[in-house]
Nanobody
Framework: HVQLVESGGGSVQTGGSLSLSCRAS????????MAWFRQAPGKEREGVAA????????DYADSVKGRFTISQDNAKNTLYLQMNSLKPGDTAIYYC?????????????????WGQGTQVTVS
């Protein structure tokens, strides 16, 4: 199993940047796919970005393409999300997720393990 702990959320003005981190416990098998999701008040949790295939493949939601970058440092067991050009519509709780396998894209049903979330507020 995998334990995930997010950090780096906060408040920022429109156009600003934030970087999120997700520290994972060991057990690399269970986190061969990793992703970021977000959930805004009153809305369903949606996929933001995923990384898999040893880090060689990434997928992004259309709404964040060109603004967000997902990456990972396997030596540190850490997943990152660099968010630039933030908009009020990016305001949400951001969750890190992991799975031993995934189908491509950023699909909630693929992921078994979840962090507790970190709040991002853009005003």
């Amino acid at each position: 199993h995998v334990q995930l702990v997010e950090s780096g959320g906060g408040s920022v003005q429109t156009g600003g940047s934030l970087s999120l981190s997700c520290r994972a416990s060991k057990n690399a098998y269970f986190r061969r796919c990793m992703a970021w999701f977000r959930q805004a008040p009153g809305k369903e949790r949606e996929g933001v970005a995923a990384i898999y295939g040893g880090g060689g493949s990434t997928d992004y939601a259309d709404s964040v393409k060109g603004r967000f970058t997902i990456s990972q440092d396997n030596a540190k067991n850490t997943l990152y999300l660099q968010m630039n050009s933030l908009k009020p519509g990016d305001t949400a709780i951001y969750y890190c997720a992991a799975a031993p396998s995934c189908s491509g894209g950023v699909h909630r049903g693929d992921y078994n393990y979840w962090g507790q979330g970190t709040q991002v507020t853009v005003s």
